[in-house]
Nanobody, 126 residues
């Protein structure tokens, strides 16, 4: 049974940094692309970043490019997201889904992912 558990969320001041992690079990990391999505109150869930199954090819949305870094090492858990220069607009629940893919697939839609964790809350506020 696949299980994804996000952790590391919390309260951080604007301009600060936070690292969230996703521990995966029940799947073979080499076969899965991972993403980080977020959902703020009253808004749709949106893709923040994703990385292909090899862990070598990331994608970033324009809103986080240059501030966030996703990392995936198939030799070890977890999949991580380093977030720098955070703003109040980054406040949301962050989810780490997994998608069974081949090659350099970079799934960016919610419906492309079959496995989801429970999410971790990130709040950016002074």
């Amino acid at each position: 049974q696949v299980q994804l558990v996000e952790s590391g969320g919390g309260l951080v001041q604007p301009g600060g940094s936070l690292r969230v992690s996703c521990a995966a079990s029940g799947l073979f990391l080499d076969y899965y692309a991972f993403g980080w999505f977020r959902q703020a109150p009253g808004k749709e869930r949106e893709a923040v970043t994703c990385i292909d199954s090899s862990g070598d090819h990331p994608y970033y949305s324009d809103s986080v490019k240059g501030r966030f870094t996703i990392s995936k090492n198939n030799a070890k858990n977890p999949v991580s997201l380093q977030m720098n220069n955070l703003t109040p607009e980054d406040t949301a629940i962050y989810y780490c889904p997994a998608a069974l893919t081949t090659g350099w697939g970079l799934p960016q839609r919610v419906d492309e992912y079959t496995e989801w964790g429970q999410g971790t809350q990130v709040t950016v506020s002074s």
